[in-house]
């Protein structure tokens, strides 16, 4: 089993920045994907960014303002949110694949509020 523990959720002002921790813990022998995701009020689950060990892979409205990374040595990834808008208002979900089976795992979710 595989846990997912997220950090770094908050209240920001439009224009700010905030960092989200994920980190993983359990039975892991290699990871393949980490991503991020968020959930916004009365929307569907959308996906803000992946990793992998070839490359990153944003969505459009996050382009030039989020940066996702990861540290294979910890087992942590993080997502570096600069130039906070207000339509960034969501719960922000870390999530991960496995190497090997495929399988996928979900943190629980970190609220993070843009607002003046």
């Known amino acids: 089993q595989v846990q997912l523990v997220e950090s770094g959720g908050g209240l920001v002002q439009p224009g700010g920045s905030l960092r989200l921790s994920c980190t993983a813990s359990?039975?892991?022998?290699?990871?393949?994907?980490w991503g991020w995701y968020r959930q916004a009020p009365g929307k569907q689950r959308e996906l803000v960014a992946t990793?992998?060990?070839?490359?990153?892979n944003y969505a459009d409205s996050v382009k030039g303002r989020f940066t996702i990374s990861r540290d294979n040595a910890r087992n942590t990834a993080s997502l570096q949110m600069n130039s906070l808008k207000p339509e960034d208002t969501a719960v922000y979900y870390c999530?991960?694949?496995?190497?090997?089976?495929?399988?996928?795992?979900w943190g629980q979710g970190t609220q993070v509020t843009v607002s003046s």
């Open positions: 990793i992998t060990n070839f490359g990153t």
């Open positions: 359990g039975n892991i022998f290699s990871i393949n994907t």
């Open positions: 999530r991960l694949v496995l190497g090997g089976m495929g399988d996928v795992y």
